[in-house]
């Protein structure tokens, strides 16, 4: 097996227990590794770090596997899904969770989604990729899920070198699958649909807003399949409008409201919720509830700026819609904009639009996406639940 030696003092990182070694933190490549190999990892003190995959062809030229003297192969990859597996038995509810999170289930680039009976899973990296069909095996045998389908028609795949591509991993079926989440059910299209079809990281954050809409007018931006906004509908308020610009988006949403019996509360608009916001505060529109899911607005460090701008807009005009002691549900899905920045941006907006603004939880995600401590970058939600005099 290939030996990789880091350059001096680059070892920090990893035994702090981050598993990706950047190109320019390797010092000397031993042997002749190929591209997705499994390599041994050693500092330049030539200690013993670790085991990863290998991709010359990526910036993160090594994620690390193990930091054990351990073979890596069927049953390591079958022990970890397990792990991850169990976990999530204990801490979500598994009729629709994420099974693997990547980094944060110490299996690097690997995403696998359960909605009901159905699996989705990405393989991100080629280190990863290249166990494919063993890792199909392996949730096969596991889960004993009705299909699998394969969601890589993702950029970043190509940072790796490997093709965007999609299609089933098991025998054909239905791509449109019904899954029930908190008690509501979402249709998800798993081959159509944004990322893996449904956005489960919010899912404890759309339970807390139980306590909030009962009763009230609430608007959703950023809807995508209706997922807060039926929420809202379900918990008791009493007209809900959800917006967002994708017309494919606002059909599921719409389809979804049906499914549940909620069309006459939940209707939804095809709209720029930028534009939208504006338009309403001009028509002095009012809400006793306001839920912001925007995109990530950055991807990347460099445009945090025009995020913070874009995040402190919709929250300003979000804001100025409010009743007095009504509430409004922010959040961010950017990783680049930490807990501290985006309470920052909150304050700004809140200072702007004139409004008393109070912060009543500071929600993270599902329990079932948790943080690697070592890899801060693992956490990227933040749901902030405010309320607005
Ligand atoms: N709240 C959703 C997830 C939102 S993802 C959920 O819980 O499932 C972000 C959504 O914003 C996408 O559906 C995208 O189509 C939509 N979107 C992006 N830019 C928008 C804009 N300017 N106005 C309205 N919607 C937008």
Same mark, same amino acid.
């Given at each position: 097996?290939?030996?990789?030696?880091?350059?001096?003092?680059?070892?920090?990182?990893?035994?702090?227990?981050?598993?990706?070694?950047?190109?320019?933190?390797?010092?000397?490549?031993?042997?002749?590794?190929?591209?997705?190999?499994?390599?041994?990892?050693?500092?330049h003190q030539n200690r013993f770090l670790g085991k990863?995959?290998?991709?010359?062809?990526?910036? /993160?030229?090594? %994620?690390?596997?193990?930091?054990?003297?351990?073979?890596?192969? *069927? &049953?390591?990859?079958?022990?970890?899904?397990?792990?991850?597996w169990e976990y999530r038995q204990k801490v979500a509810d598994t009729e629709s969770c994420r099974v693997v999170f990547a980094e944060s289930d110490f299996l690097p680039a690997l995403i696998v989604d359960k909605f009901s009976d159905i699996l989705v899973v990405q393989t991100l990296a080629l280190g990863i990729d290249r166990y494919k069909a063993e890792i199909v095996d392996i949730l096969s045998?596991? /889960?004993?899920? %009705?299909?699998?389908?394969?969601?890589?028609?993702?950029?970043? *795949? &190509?940072l790796e070198g490997l093709p965007q591509q999609k299609g089933f991993l098991s025998a054909p079926f239905d791509t449109r699958v019904e899954m029930?989440?908190?008690?509501?059910k979402f249709l998800v299209d798993v081959e159509n649909g944004q990322k893996t079809g449904f956005f489960l990281d919010q899912k404890e954050n759309r339970a807390a807003l139980k306590p909030l809409v009962k009763n009230g007018r609430v608007l959703d931006?950023?809807?995508?399949?209706?997922?807060?906004?039926?929420?809202?509908?379900?918990?008791?308020?009493?007209e809900v409008v959800g917006v967002d610009i994708s017309a494919h988006a606002v059909a599921c949403a719409e389809h979804n409201a049906r499914l549940n019996g909620l069309e006459q509360t939940a209707r939804f608009k095809e709209a720029n919720a930028f534009d939208l916001l504006r338009n309403y505060a001009d028509q002095k529109e009012r809400f006793d509830t306001v839920i912001l899911d925007p995109p990530a607005f950055t991807k990347t460090k460099s445009a945090v700026e025009g995020a913070v701008r874009g995040y402190k807009e919709i929250n300003l005009r979000a804001m100025k819609l409010i009743n007095e002691g009504g509430f409004l549900v922010s959040c961010s899905?950017?990783?680049?904009?930490?807990?501290?920045?985006?309470?920052?941006i909150l304050h700004e907006a809140?200072?702007?639009?004139?409004?008393a603004v109070r912060l009543i939880e500071f929600r993270s995600q599902a329990k079932d996406h948790p943080i690697l401590m070592a890899s801060r970058e693992t956490q990227y939600i933040k749901c902030a639940l405010m309320q607005v005099f």
């Amino acid at each position: 097996m290939a030996k990789i030696m880091l350059a001096k003092n680059k070892e920090m990182r990893v035994e702090s227990g981050h598993p990706w070694i950047f190109r320019s933190d390797i010092q000397h490549v031993a042997g002749n590794p190929q591209p997705g190999d499994i390599v041994e990892v050693y500092s330049h003190q030539n200690r013993f770090l670790g085991k990863g995959y290998y991709n010359p062809v990526s910036q /993160i030229t090594i %994620r690390m596997l193990t930091r054990q003297d351990e073979d890596i192969n *069927r &049953e390591f990859l079958y022990q970890r899904i397990l792990r991850a597996w169990e976990y999530r038995q204990k801490v979500a509810d598994t009729e629709s969770c994420r099974v693997v999170f990547a980094e944060s289930d110490f299996l690097p680039a690997l995403i696998v989604d359960k909605f009901s009976d159905i699996l989705v899973v990405q393989t991100l990296a080629l280190g990863i990729d290249r166990y494919k069909a063993e890792i199909v095996d392996i949730l096969s045998e596991i /889960i004993q899920p %009705r299909g699998i389908y394969e969601r890589n028609d993702v950029p970043v *795949r &190509e940072l790796e070198g490997l093709p965007q591509q999609k299609g089933f991993l098991s025998a054909p079926f239905d791509t449109r699958v019904e899954m029930v989440e908190n008690g509501i059910k979402f249709l998800v299209d798993v081959e159509n649909g944004q990322k893996t079809g449904f956005f489960l990281d919010q899912k404890e954050n759309r339970a807390a807003l139980k306590p909030l809409v009962k009763n009230g007018r609430v608007l959703d931006c950023f809807s995508h399949t209706g997922s807060f906004a039926l929420h809202a509908a379900y918990y008791g308020a009493r007209e809900v409008v959800g917006v967002d610009i994708s017309a494919h988006a606002v059909a599921c949403a719409e389809h979804n409201a049906r499914l549940n019996g909620l069309e006459q509360t939940a209707r939804f608009k095809e709209a720029n919720a930028f534009d939208l916001l504006r338009n309403y505060a001009d028509q002095k529109e009012r809400f006793d509830t306001v839920i912001l899911d925007p995109p990530a607005f950055t991807k990347t460090k460099s445009a945090v700026e025009g995020a913070v701008r874009g995040y402190k807009e919709i929250n300003l005009r979000a804001m100025k819609l409010i009743n007095e002691g009504g509430f409004l549900v922010s959040c961010s899905c950017s990783q680049h904009i930490d807990n501290g920045l985006f309470m920052n941006i909150l304050h700004e907006a809140a200072r702007d639009a004139k409004r008393a603004v109070r912060l009543i939880e500071f929600r993270s995600q599902a329990k079932d996406h948790p943080i690697l401590m070592a890899s801060r970058e693992t956490q990227y939600i933040k749901c902030a639940l405010m309320q607005v005099f």
